[in-house]
């Protein structure tokens, strides 16, 4: 007896679904960045740096994903009541956003 072949859907081919970004789902996003860059900065390994920026990387791209990234860094830099004039680039804002302002200016 010949079974029926199952029917599978793409979840990768639909569109994905819009969901709210809340101020407070950004908030902590900033704040395990934050946890994150204070962590890598206790640390005395010199490639420790790269677990932070990884996380930087993986939530910008969570959001480019989206279509969401320079609306999201707009956001974070309002949140940190930086106002810029230019559209912000995504990475550098979440960094500003994130780091210790005294090791960082918005030029970096």
């Keep these: 007896m010949r079974r029926p072949a199952l029917r599978t859907s793409n979840v990768l081919d639909r569109e994905p679904a819009t969901i709210p970004f809340s ?3 950004l908030q902590a996003n900033l704040l395990r960045l934050q946890n994150e860059w ?3 900065q206790a ?3 010199r490639d420790a740096i790269f677990q932070y920026l990884t996380a930087v990387f993986e939530i910008v ?4 994903k989206e279509g ?3 609306k999201r860094a707009y956001r974070a830099l309002h949140l940190r009541e930086y106002s810029s004039v230019r ?3 995504p990475f550098a804002a979440i ?3 994130t780091s210790d302002p ?3 200016d918005d030029r970096t």
Excluded: G, H, L
């Design 95 to 97: 960094i500003f956003c």
């Design 43 to 45: 640390s005395r390994n």
């Design 68 to 70: 969401k990234a320079v």
């Design 61 to 64: 791209m969570v959001w480019a």
């Design 23 to 25: 101020t407070e789902a």
């Design 87 to 89: 559209e912000p680039e």
């Design 102 to 104: 005294d090791k960082v």
């Design 38 to 40: 204070e962590t890598v």
